[in-house]
């Protein structure tokens, strides 16, 4: 199954960051997909398939691309 990620997705994560925040916001979409901590704003690159097992909800979905 492919997850549907667009960009201003907010995502929540299975562990927390080490600022305690558990969501996160997509900035970058492709073979990696770039986040930026709701939190504290520290920025994170993922592999798309290591992001796909880390995501536990979509908190806030973000504008349908055309």
Known sequence: MILEIRLGDVVKLRKPHPCGGYEWRVDRLGAD???VCATCGRRVL???SEFEKRVKMFVKRGEPSL
């Open 33 to 35: 997909i770039g986040m």
């Open 46 to 48: 993922l592999p798309r």
